[in-house]
């Protein structure tokens, strides 16, 4: 069965600071990676996603994820937060074609950012 | 502005009182599911539906009941909400079933309390 783990359940990093938030799948085939951002208070908002080709992604608002087959792993990063990074992240994948749009998520990662 | 949106976005019940929350889209999106949302769980499917009259069960369905008559609504009925139904609701839609064009949109959340 597919599943995910994200193994930070909260981080807090520095302003300015990178940041790497971690992703393990557990998937037969090439999977369909997802990382969604949900700000206090609002729903949740897509940064990016993997499907094939170059293992490194780029998304919005600076963030990129490298998918490492080998590793089973999609970790995200930002090479300098800023304050308005401070969210919940959602680690999500998807099975390839089916009757279903369905995600499965990760237990997501709380990032605080200090001043 | 499209988007996805819920209501009502916070309800405190009491056990058994049949209650509805609803979901509305208009990008006239075929593909609408709902998401339940828990500490340590993450995000786990309770229904979805593909189009219009067509719905089915995702991973926790028990204790919930769904209906699309139109495309643009997607309601979640608790017809004896019990307080393990205690969570964050998310409803979400896409245009269609691939996940390599379909983008999840995702509402704003709905947070039920049953007491």
């Known amino acids: 069965a597919q599943s995910v783990t994200q193994p930070d359940i909260h981080i807090t990093v520095s302003e300015g600071a990178s940041l790497e938030l971690r992703c393990n799948y557990s998937?037969?085939?090439?999977?369909?990676l997802f990382w969604y951002v949900q700000s206090p208070g609002q729903g949740l908002q897509l940064l990016l996603k993997y499907f094939s080709g170059d293992t490194l992604v780029q998304g919005i608002k600076g963030f990129e994820a490298e998918f490492k087959r080998s590793q089973s792993s999609f970790n995200l990063r930002k090479p300098s937060v800023h304050w308005s990074d401070a969210a919940e992240y959602f680690c999500a994948v998807s099975s390839y074609g089916g009757a279903t749009n369905k995600l499965i998520f990760g237990t997501g990662t709380l990032l605080a950012v200090q001043p | 502005e499209a988007q996805v949106t819920q209501n009502p976005r916070y309800l405190i019940t009491v056990t058994g009182k049949k209650l509805t929350v609803t979901c509305s889209q208009n990008?006239?999106?075929?593909?609408m599911s709902w998401y339940r949302q828990d500490p340590g769980l993450g995000l786990r499917q309770i229904y979805y539906s593909m189009n219009v009259e067509v719905t089915d069960k995702g991973d926790v369905p028990e204790g919930y009941k769904v209906s699309r008559k139109e495309k643009r609504n997607f309601p979640l009925i608790l017809e004896s909400p019990s307080p393990n139904q205690t969570s964050l609701y998310f409803c979400a839609s896409s245009r269609g079933l691939s996940q390599i064009t379909d983008t999840q949109y995702f509402g704003p959340g709905t947070r039920l309390t049953v007491l």
């Open positions: 990008m006239n999106h075929e593909y």
């Open positions: 998937y037969g085939a090439t999977p369909y």
